[in-house]
T-cell receptor, first 114, second 112 residues
Framework: DAKTTQPTSMDCAEGRAANLPCNHS???????VYWYRQIHSQGPQYIIH???NNETNEMASLIITEDRKSSTLILPHATLRDTAVYYC???????????????FGQGTILTVHP | EAQVTQNPRYLITVTGKKLTVTCSQN?????MSWYRQDPGLGLRQIYY???????DKGDVPEGYKVSRKEKRNFPLILESPSPNQTSLYFC???????????FGPGTRLTVL
C-alpha cells in the first residue's frame, strides 16, 4: 500500500470547516483513499473513502486531486466532538493478499476549540 | 445495534498467566482482525480471519493465537503473556475485504 503523509496536528474553531490534507504521491491506479478517525483511545471509526471522484456522506467530504497524489478531508462544520486523530490510508481495492489489512500511519491530531 | 464487542475492556495480569480476550460481532461479517496499538507505532495487525476456520498472520503475530470456530467470534489468546504485550488491543470486522472496518471499543492489557 502507498505511503501517506499528514500534518502532525491542526486546530480548528468550532463551527468552521476543518480541512485535513493528505499526501499520497506514490498512489497506484487501483488504490483507494480511506479516512478513519480515532477519538481518544476508542476504536477507529470509518469516515469515507474514494478512488478519484470527490465523495460526500453525512460525516464529511473527500476531495481528491486530479493527479490523485493528494486529498483533503473536509468536516464542514466542526464540533468539539470532532476532536480526534484522523488517519488517511491508501490501499488496494482489487486483488492482492492484504485481506483487509489497513496500515495506519501516525495521523493528524485535530483539535476543535470553542 | 450493529457492533463489535470485546471483553474484558481492561485487564491487568502477570507474566505467563494465559488469558483470552473475546471479540464478537453481530453483523454477520466474514472478515475479522485483531490489532494492537502502541504509542509511536500506530495500529498494527496481529491476526486476521477471512471466514470460519480460516486465519492468517498479520504483521506482529508472535506470542498470540486466534481461532475462528464461529462466524461471530474471534478470540485472541495469549498463552504466556509477557510485559512487551502490554498494549491497547482492537478487534475489527468487515463484510467483505473491501468494505469499511468496524472496530470494537478496545481492551487495555497490562502485563506485569
Amino acid at each position: 500500500d502507498a505511503k501517506t503523509t499528514q500534518p502532525t496536528s491542526m486546530d480548528c474553531a468550532e463551527g468552521r470547516a476543518a480541512n485535513l490534507p493528505c499526501n499520497h504521491s506514490t498512489i497506484s491506479g487501483n488504490e483507494y483513499v480511506y479516512w478513519y478517525r480515532q477519538i481518544h483511545s476508542q476504536g477507529p471509526q470509518y469516515i469515507i473513502h474514494g478512488l478519484k471522484n470527490n465523495e460526500t456522506n453525512e460525516m464529511a467530504s473527500l476531495i481528491i486531486t486530479e493527479d490523485r497524489k493528494s486529498s483533503t478531508l473536509i468536516l464542514p462544520h466542526a464540533t468539539l466532538r470532532d476532536t480526534a486523530v484522523y488517519y488517511c490510508i491508501v490501499r488496494v481495492h482489487a486483488g492482492g493478499t492484504s485481506y483487509g489489512k489497513l496500515t495506519f500511519g501516525q495521523g493528524t491530531i485535530l483539535t476543535v476549540h470553542p | 445495534e450493529a457492533q463489535v464487542t470485546q471483553n474484558p475492556r481492561y485487564l491487568i495480569t502477570v507474566t505467563g498467566k494465559k488469558l483470552t480476550v473475546t471479540c464478537s460481532q453481530n453483523m454477520n461479517h466474514e472478515y475479522m482482525s485483531w490489532y494492537r496499538q502502541d504509542p509511536g507505532l500506530g495500529l498494527r495487525q496481529i491476526y486476521y480471519s477471512m471466514n470460519v476456520e480460516v486465519t492468517d498472520k498479520g504483521d506482529v503475530p508472535e506470542g498470540y493465537k486466534v481461532s475462528r470456530k464461529e462466524k461471530r467470534n474471534f478470540p485472541l489468546i495469549l498463552e504466556s503473556p509477557s510485559p512487551n504485550q502490554t498494549s491497547l488491543y482492537f478487534c475489527a470486522s468487515r463484510a467483505g475485504v473491501y468494505n469499511e472496518q468496524f472496530f470494537g471499543p478496545g481492551t487495555r492489557l497490562t502485563v506485569l
